[in-house]
């Protein structure tokens, strides 16, 4: 009988993130361990690490993620709308004009492209438009529904991590990346979410999640930390979906 193989270590960012954040983001990060774990070891990450993911499945990621950053800034706009003070009302406003704007322009920068317009335009419905997946409704629906009508603690926690994982996955691509990055087919990709000006927006977002768990109560407190795990685990699932090119017909 073959000797098993090893399983390989998690990616570091999962027990050592490199965001500077506070001793309740940390808490956080280190319960929703598990979903990090998938995350790390997702097949789509380690092909876009390698180049080697395939065109079609990238763009049809671009594409999912584009109706996502729809959904996720409706979610941003109803937290400005019930933020605590005017720095996170201010926060969450600028995250909604400037930080999704910015990631909105370097998908259609992409997709316009000659390398990715045929491929978008093949994966696009009769008119159009992009049908969002199983998964990607599931995720949005549930931050909107999630901002809307539960407490903002709450709310702020479920956004938390599309920031703050897509930092340390970015991070950590272009440490895999390495010199290779000059040629790397995604790099436009990988580089947005690597920026230092990224990070900062990242730590601002876990500083306003700190401070507010900071002055919860224990029941309030456990509702923020599951709706952070809860994220993670559709951050884990809506990559997957991608490689899988999730749509409804099955």
Do not use: K, N
């Amino acid at each position: 009988m073959a000797a098993s193989q090893p399983t390989p270590a998690p990616a570091s960012y999962v027990d050592a993130p490199a965001m500077r954040v506070g001793a309740h983001c940390r808490t956080a990060w280190r319960q929703a361990r598990e979903a990090l774990v998938d995350i790390a070891g997702l097949e789509f990450l380690a092909e876009l690490a390698d180049g080697t993911l395939p065109t079609a499945t990238f763009v049809h990621y671009i594409q999912q993620d584009a109706a996502y950053l729809a959904g996720y800034g409706r979610a941003m706009t109803l937290l400005a709308a019930g933020a605590r003070d005017r720095h996170q009302m201010r926060f969450w406003a600028r995250a909604t004009s400037e930080t999704i704007a910015e990631e909105q322009a370097m998908q259609a920068q992409l997709m316009e492209s000659r390398q990715f317009a045929s491929i978008a335009a093949e994966l696009a419905g009769d008119d159009g438009e992009v049908v969002p997946s199983p998964t990607t409704l599931g995720y949005t629906s549930w931050l909107v529904a999630t901002a809307a009508v539960d407490e903002h603690e709450v709310a702020v926690a479920a956004v938390l991590p599309c920031f703050w994982v897509y930092a340390e996955v970015g991070r950590h691509l272009v440490e895999t990346i390495g010199e290779g990055m000059a040629e790397h087919p995604y790099r436009r990709w990988v580089e947005t979410y690597s920026d230092p000006e990224y990070d900062a927006a990242v730590e601002e977002a876990c500083g306003i999640f700190e401070a507010l768990y900071e002055e919860a109560d224990e029941p309030l407190r456990a509702r923020m930390l599951a709706a952070f795990r809860r994220g993670c685990v559709y951050e884990h699932h809506f990559w997957d979906a991608a490689r899988r090119r999730e749509d409804w017909s099955r």
